[in-house]
């Protein structure tokens, strides 16, 4: 499969193919729901999503190694290197560095302005040192960086039917709807490292804190404050969900089902920490696989339509001018 995706993408040097495998294999090693949602693009497009996704988690690794107890210093400097490499890739289009070489590729290819990566990076930053936000603003600013980016890098690998700057905004809400369903699920994850991104204020409001939330964490016991706090935060959440669904149909034909996969599988994560009574201090809720697999197949189901359809019409715009891409859907 991954000759295949790298073949169709008309990837053909060495280096440059080794890197595309080895982000693909961060993907799925990382990123279970958003590499089945992959799965459901047109071929030639999954190498690049694999290596804005691989850049993204390796950045996230490095600021979350905490596992083997790395300081914060030896964190930000990694970072730094990292940040380092990804402009020097940039700028030349190569990197030493297997995934930052990709992305280079990838950046060039679908004209993704570096921006984008820039603001990325300053969020992972701001996670060596920020361990809470004070108001949803502040997270919002936060996520900007950390997930709205990642929409927007999307969009030109996923082709659009309708102007960018019309799709742009609701790709930006996509991002963080994803990364706000994660927030929710790892609530207890966070906090073992130190961290909490449910906003004070939204806690606030429901008469929890973070000392409440560590309390739960470090004793097991639930907390109807918490309670009504995460059910407060999963309604925020849905909303972002229906600022982000009309920009789905503004996608190209042959992205839509992979992106309403995931629209669909990361809503079903809020639906299983729901039914799990928001025990999400305690312990990770997860989507049952037989229903992962009904999202799946209908996905598919979206694919082979969506082929039908694109045998009878041209190419979007934006899909058809990337340079060098082959194949088709």
Same mark, same amino acid.
């Given at each position: 499969m &991954?000759?295949?995706?790298?073949d169709?993408?008309g990837?053909?040097d060495?280096q440059?193919?080794?890197?595309?495998?080895h982000?693909r =294999?961060l993907?799925?090693r990382? /990123?279970?729901?958003?590499f089945l949602a992959?799965?459901?693009?047109p071929v030639?497009?999954?190498?690049?999503?694999?290596?804005? @996704?691989?850049?993204a988690r390796?950045?996230?690794? #490095?600021?979350?190694?905490?596992a %083997?107890?790395?300081?914060p210093?030896?964190r930000?400097?990694r970072?730094?290197? *990292?940040?380092?490499? +990804?402009?020097? /890739?940039l700028?030349? !289009?190569?990197s030493? $560095?297997p995934?930052?070489?990709a992305l280079?590729h990838t950046?060039?290819? @679908?004209?993704?302005p570096?921006?984008?990566?820039t603001?990325?990076?300053?969020?992972?930053?701001?996670?060596?040192?920020?361990?809470d @936000?004070?108001?949803?603003?502040?997270l %919002?600013r936060y996520?900007?960086?950390?997930?709205?980016?990642?929409g927007?890098q999307?969009?030109?690998?996923?082709? &659009?039917?309708?102007?960018?700057? $019309?799709?742009a905004?609701?790709?930006?809400a996509?991002?963080?709807?994803?990364?706000? &369903?994660?927030f929710? %699920?790892?609530?207890g994850?966070?906090?073992?490292?130190?961290?909490?991104?449910?906003?004070a204020?939204? +806690?606030?409001a429901?008469?929890?804190d973070?000392?409440?939330?560590?309390w739960?964490?470090?004793?097991?016991?639930?907390?109807? =404050? #918490?309670r009504?706090? +995460?059910?407060?935060?999963?309604?925020?959440?849905? !909303?972002?969900?229906?600022?982000?669904?009309? !920009?789905?149909?503004?996608l190209?034909?042959r992205?839509?089902?992979?992106? %309403?996969?995931?629209?669909? *599988?990361y !809503?079903a994560?809020?639906?299983?920490v729901?039914?799990?009574g @928001?025990?999400?201090?305690?312990?990770?809720?997860?989507?049952?696989?037989?229903?992962r697999a009904?999202?799946?197949?209908a996905?598919l189901?979206?694919?082979?339509?969506?082929?039908l359809?694109? =045998?009878r019409?041209?190419a979007?715009r934006?899909a058809?001018?990337?340079r060098?891409?082959?194949?088709t859907?």
């Open positions: &991954t000759r295949r995706e790298l169709a993408a990837i053909a060495p440059l193919r080794a890197a595309y495998r982000c =294999r993907n799925a990382h /990123g279970r729901t958003y992959t799965r459901l693009l030639p497009r999954r190498p690049a999503v694999h290596a804005l @996704y691989g850049f390796w950045a996230d690794d #490095i600021v979350d190694d905490l %083997r107890g790395t300081p210093h030896v930000d400097a970072l730094a290197r *990292l940040a380092d490499a +990804l402009d020097d /890739g700028r030349t !289009g190569r030493s $560095e995934v930052v070489h280079a950046a060039d290819r @679908y004209t993704i570096a921006g984008h990566f603001d990325f990076m300053a969020s992972m930053r701001d996670d060596l040192t920020v361990t @936000y004070p108001t949803y603003a502040d %919002r996520m900007h960086g950390s997930a709205a980016v990642i927007l999307m969009l030109p690998v996923l082709g &659009t039917v309708a102007p960018r700057e $019309e799709a905004p609701h790709a930006a996509l991002g963080v709807a994803f990364q706000l &369903t994660n929710i %699920r790892d609530v994850e966070d906090l073992d490292r130190g961290r909490v991104y449910l906003p204020d939204l +806690l606030a429901h008469g929890a973070r000392a409440l939330l560590e739960s964490r470090a004793t097991g016991r639930p907390d109807p =404050r #918490i009504a706090a +995460l059910e407060a935060a999963a309604a925020l959440t849905r !909303g972002v969900y229906r600022e982000a669904e009309p !920009g789905i149909a503004m190209d034909p992205s839509r089902p992979c992106i %309403r996969t995931a629209y669909r *599988l !809503g994560i809020l639906d299983a729901a039914a799990d @928001y025990a999400v201090v305690h312990r990770r809720a997860v989507v049952p696989r037989r229903q009904r999202e799946a197949a996905g189901a979206g694919v082979v339509a969506a082929r359809r694109a =045998r019409a041209p979007p934006e058809a001018a990337v060098g891409e082959g194949g859907a």
